[in-house]
């Protein structure tokens, strides 16, 4: 499975951006898909998380209420994180990753995930 995350960018604090996630590879749309940011001297910190069929989001407390996430299993199974009301705190490399239900875990918990992407930079200014 390759992941490939866009969207990120410089934004002032209260803007908005929407991260993409295009995933490609075999049974990637049966695959649960998350959001992790990352920033450095810092652990990986959970973001988002969303069950393959959709049916399921899990959030962080930071995020919860300021970001949706959603997946379209039909546009190239792609997984979007929509996030407003940004905060100079959000500024972190933005990882997706894949989750193939075969660790089992936390949604929460980056060993969960099987496949990452190469990150995407995000940028609050304040």
């Known amino acids: 499975v390759q992941l490939q995350a866009s969207g990120g960018g410089l934004v002032q604090a209260g803007g908005s951006l929407r991260l993409s996630c295009a995933a490609s590879?075999?049974?990637?749309?049966?695959?649960?898909m998350g959001w992790f940011r990352q920033v450095p001297g810092k652990e990986r910190e959970f973001v988002s998380a969303?069950?393959?069929?959709?049916?399921?989001?899990?959030y962080s407390d930071s995020v919860k209420g300021r970001c949706t996430i959603s997946r379209d299993n039909n546009a190239q199974n792609t997984v979007y994180l929509q996030m407003n009301s940004l905060k100079s705190e959000d500024t972190a490399v933005y990882y997706c990753a894949a989750d193939s239900g075969v660790r089992g875990g936390s949604y929460f918990y980056p060993g969960r995930y099987d496949y990452w992407g190469q990150g995407t930079q995000v940028t609050v200014s304040s």
């Open positions: 590879g075999r049974t990637s749309s049966s695959y649960a």
């Open positions: 969303i069950s393959w069929s959709g049916g399921y989001t899990y």
